[in-house]
């Protein structure tokens, strides 16, 4: 297959760079062979987010709860300083 990328100048100085006496070819060709192999590098494994980690400790605290623990944690701060 053929492909033709345009670049502008400012990256193809970068491609240059980073070649090392590789073509430009060459180099874009090693680029798009570990992009687009990467996925397959390990299959089936899931992504994990952020609720999925947490979700061993239950349900999050509501707003009113996060609020009545804030006052309660609060409540006679800076008393001393007067």
Same mark, same amino acid.
């Given at each position: 297959?053929?492909? $033709?990328?345009?670049?502008?100048?400012? /990256?193809?100085?970068? /491609?240059?760079?980073?070649?090392?006496?590789?073509?430009?070819?060459?180099?874009?060709?090693?680029?798009?062979?570990?992009?687009?192999?990467?996925?397959?590098?390990?299959?089936?494994?899931?992504?994990?987010? +952020?609720?999925?980690?947490?979700?061993?400790?239950?349900?999050?605290?509501?707003?009113?709860? $996060?609020?009545?623990?804030?006052?309660?944690?609060?409540? +006679?701060?800076?008393?001393?300083?007067?």
């Amino acid at each position: 297959m053929t492909l $033709i990328v345009n670049l502008p100048d400012e /990256l193809e100085a970068v /491609l240059l760079a980073h070649g090392q006496g590789t073509s430009a070819d060459r180099l874009a060709q090693r680029v798009l062979e570990q992009v687009l192999t990467a996925p397959a590098a390990h299959p089936g494994t899931p992504f994990e987010t +952020g609720r999925g980690m947490l979700a061993q400790y239950g349900p999050a605290p509501s707003a009113a709860e $996060i609020d009545a623990n804030r006052v309660d944690m609060f409540r +006679g701060f800076a008393e001393d300083f007067r």
